[in-house]
């Protein structure tokens, strides 16, 4: 057992923060036992991290990450986003086939997601099976929970980024044998790339497979107005994009669908009814220009809403600053809305990049008794006058200005994470 001692802060609820100063936060092997403002007679003598003055806040969650795009990132971001696919992505993409690229860049972006305070991510990694495990590996090493998917693509892309649907089929399967047991805290995700690359056959196929192997799913919904006209063409059988991946099975309460910019009252009522998980990403909706989404929407659908980085149509890899664009993007919405749809509050930003889309990892992301211990200590010295302010200004604060040189520490189910190498 041990105790962290800070000012502790979360949201166990999107309503409001909780805030316990100058308090222990008490784990044991891994699990949050309580917060507690003395230590009772029980646990005096267990091990405590003084922290004295700095914030604890849970690890940060990032639902969609492209891992292979991490060394473009910042790259072409004037484009549309079919244009960018074609221009920036598939190429670089289509490098991870060597092994020794892979390796360096993706340690490189597991430096980073630790220097950020990322916790739990969600990746895509490329189409190359040996890539993908060494994305897993590394990740696995540095200590950071992560859902990674081998992506899957048989139609409509580059010659030199491309498989057959029984190649992408028989490879995944066999990459899932590989890596389902393997880790901890790292497992497998089936990841069709998104509905314009993949056949039918290779979306009812990836759904039989993660029926088999009882595995998660992610994909891409609406990001953009031509990807959406495209579908609509490419099967002019279903109503919308959405109706789509409900035809393949792809839509589940263990399915993240990214994006979402762009949806009818009727596919979000298919989202709710299917109790999908939606990641917003609202950086790489505005570098990409695919548009403001609704986020108010989904939230009083009932839909659960996490965000993610999207690198590298997002240029930023920490998920506080996700949170404060997050909160601009909605303020635009309220204005688009006529004044209608509420902007979001900094507390539904905060629980989103932690409890909301930690949800898809399990019991992750609050600091309420049973869940996984992932924190992050904050010292904000440096962003102005500690002793005027509140403990939630002080977050807010750091989420809008600060940046990763603010986090001195990161945990994950108990374990402190040192820097991978
Ligand atoms: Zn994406």
Redesign the pocket.
């Known amino acids: 057992m041990k105790a962290l001692k800070g000012n502790i802060i979360f949201t166990a609820s999107s309503e409001k923060f909780e805030v316990y100063e100058n308090s222990y936060l008490v784990e044991s092997e891994g699990t949050i036992v309580g917060i507690f403002k003395e230590l009772p007679s029980h646990l005096k003598g267990i091990e405590v991290d003084n922290f004295g003055d700095s914030l604890i806040i849970p690890g940060f969650v990032d639902m969609?990450l492209?891992a292979p795009q991490f060394q473009n990132m910042g790259l072409g971001l004037d484009e549309e986003l079919l244009q960018w696919l074609e221009k920036y992505t598939f190429p670089e993409e289509a490098k991870y086939s060597n092994e020794q690229y892979a390796k360096r860049l993706y340690t490189n972006l597991a430096k980073e997601l630790w220097r950020n305070g990322t916790t739990r991510v969600s990746l895509?990694s490329s189409i190359h099976r040996n890539g993908t495990e060494i994305l897993m590996d590394v990740v696995s090493r540095a200590g950071i929970g992560a859902f990674v998917g081998k992506v899957n693509m048989d139609r409509n892309s580059p010659d030199f980024y491309v498989e057959s649907t029984e190649e992408s089929l028989a490879s995944t399967e066999e990459w899932i044998l590989a890596t389902k047991d393997k880790y901890n805290l790292v497992k497998p995700i089936i990841t069709p790339r998104f509905v314009p690359a993949c056949s039918v056959k290779l979306m009812k196929g990836l759904a039989k497979l993660s029926e088999k192997y009882n595995l998660k799913m992610q994909s891409?919904l609406s990001e953009n107005e031509s990807e959406i006209q495209w579908v609509s063409e490419l099967h002019p059988e279903f109503g919308s994009y959405t109706e789509v991946y409900d035809g393949m099975n792809l839509l589940t309460e263990n399915t993240i669908m990214?994006h979402a910019v762009h949806n009818t009252p009727e596919e979000i009522e298919l989202l709710a009814k299917r109790n999908v998980f939606i990641a917003h990403?609202p950086n790489?909706n505005y570098n990409l220009s695919s548009g403001i989404m609704p986020a108010r929407k989904f939230l009083d659908a009932g839909i659960r809403v996490g965000l993610g980085t999207?690198i590298g149509?997002g240029h930023q890899i920490g998920i506080y600053k996700v949170m404060s664009r997050a909160v601009q993007s909605s303020k635009m919405n309220w204005l688009n809305s006529g004044k209608v749809e509420r902007c979001l509050t900094m507390s539904e930003a905060f629980y989103m990049g932690t409890k909301g889309g930690g949800e898809f990892f399990g019991k992750v992301g609050s600091f309420e008794s049973g869940y996984s211990l992932d924190a992050l200590v904050i010292d904000d010295e440096n962003l102005g006058d500690r002793d005027f302010r509140s403990i939630e200004e002080r977050l807010q604060r750091f989420i809008y200005c600060g940046d990763d040189r603010n986090i001195t520490k990161r945990y994950v189910a108990g374990k402190l994470l040192s820097e991978p190498v």
């Open positions: 969609h492209h895509f891409h990214t990403c790489a999207d149509a």
